[in-house]
Each structure stands twice: as C-alpha cells, then as structure tokens.
C-alpha cells in the first residue's frame, strides 16, 4: 500500500533553516508529482509547494524564494528545504500525493519557528 514518511521537523529559531524530507513506498515514485503541504493551528491545509516528475517545480507565494522542494528518485525521496525561515512558518508539514482520484498523505512533521 501506498506509504509515506515525514521526518526532519523540529524547533528552530527565527531566520535559521530546516530540511524536511518523505519517503515513500507501494507506487512507482518516478512517474508521480508529489506535493507538501502545510497546517498552522485554526488555520485551513494549504500546498507549500509541488514538484512534478520531470522536476519542475511551483511554490505558494509565501514560501517563493525560501523554500525549494527537490527529489532523489533513486532514494524515492522528496525533500523541502526551508530557509529564512518565520514565526509564520510554524504548522505541522504533510508530504502528499493523489493517485487516480485518491489522496494519499503521511503522518506529518512539526516545524515551530520561535525565539
């Protein structure tokens, strides 16, 4: 079945920058774009930022020249690396993919930005 697994999250100041990566198992990762999401408490899923099979990639205007989603097929591993980061910043990142018409989403991985 379809897997995927968050991890890198943490507790960073303000400016400083993480690395955040999903690993996924049971599709076939090259043909597939993946996606990260993000939730802040009371506030709606939004998409941070996805990349496509080819590599190309699009980011939400909030996170444009901050962050950069990259993605190593051969480690079937997609990657969100997270610079500058804010107090703004801090939700809880979801690696994501829908396949046919099913959503599929891992755990998640909590980023707090805090001085």
């Known amino acids: 079945q379809v897997q995927l697994v968050e991890s890198g999250g943490g507790l960073v100041q303000p400016g400083g920058s993480l690395r955040l990566s999903c690993t996924a198992s049971?599709?076939?990762?090259?043909?597939?774009?993946m996606n990260w999401y993000r939730q802040a408490p009371g506030k709606q899923r939004e998409l941070v930022a996805s990349?496509?099979?080819?590599?190309?990639?699009n980011y939400a205007d909030s996170v444009k020249g901050r962050f950069t989603i990259s993605r190593d097929n051969a480690k079937n591993t997609v990657y969100l690396h997270m610079n500058s980061l804010k107090p703004d910043d801090t939700a809880v990142y979801y690696c994501?993919?829908?396949?046919?018409?099913?959503?599929?989403w891992g755990q998640g991985t909590q980023v707090t930005v805090s001085s």
């Open positions: 994501h993919i829908m396949i046919a018409i099913m959503n599929y």
């Open positions: 049971g599709f076939i990762f090259t043909i597939q774009a």
């Open positions: 990349i496509t099979s080819s590599g190309g990639t």
